[in-house]
């Protein structure tokens, strides 16, 4: 089992373009999530989906868009980058209370 | 007031060494706990969950203290391996589809 996966790894953007940020998982776990993580944070929640077909708000939504797919798939929107952005964004997914974590795409936004 | 946090380190201890790190959280109703290992430049990893009556895992204890809020990781016999951030982690009664983590706590094992 591949566990969870992100594409892509890394990626650089200029201000105002959009990227999509993609994770899958194989573990058939219903609740997934987005993170992001900058220095001296910790992980904050951007969104997550509790099961197929319900999305919900973290503790930093604003500038981001997400959607459930499907099962497996669990998508991340920027629309307009800005360099606050810039960040290493982990997708997760969980049973129970365990988190189960993708290996993170390093985005930064010039 | 961040809902998680840990004294960020980095603690520098020889091989061998005992060391112990704490985590404070501000909510009370805080319900599960657990412990995340992050090595640079990598996801966190699921290194133990928190039990009230506290619980052991190898060379890693881990315990909580409800009434002052807070919860504890003890390594005894330190591995260089076990180099890494240590994350606090929490989660509340109210949405168990939210979860909090401390900024983290940096250990260094020196031979």
Known sequence: ?????Q???????????SMTLQCAQDMNHNSMYWYRQDPGMGLRLIYYSASEGTTDKGEVPNGYNVSRLNKREFS????????????VYFCASSVGRAQYFGPGTRLLVL | RKEVEQDPGPFNVPEGA?????????NSASQSFFWYRQDCRKEPKLLMSVYSSGNE?????????RASQYISLLIRDSKL??????LCVVNKEDN????????GTKLNVKP
Do not use: H, I, M
């Open chain 1, 1 to 5: 089992n591949a566990g969870v996966t």
């Open chain 1, 7 to 17: 594409t892509p790894k890394f990626q650089v953007l200029k201000t105002g373009q």
């Open chain 1, 76 to 87: 991340l929107r920027l629309e307009s980058a800005a360099p606050s952005q810039t960040s």
């Open chain 2, 18 to 26: 005992t060391v112990a790190f704490n985590c404070t959280y501000s």
């Open chain 2, 57 to 65: 895992d190898g060379r890693f204890t881990a315990q909580l203290n």
């Open chain 2, 81 to 86: 391996s076990d180099s890494a951030t240590y």
């Open chain 2, 96 to 103: 168990f589809n939210k979860f909090y983590f401390g900024s």
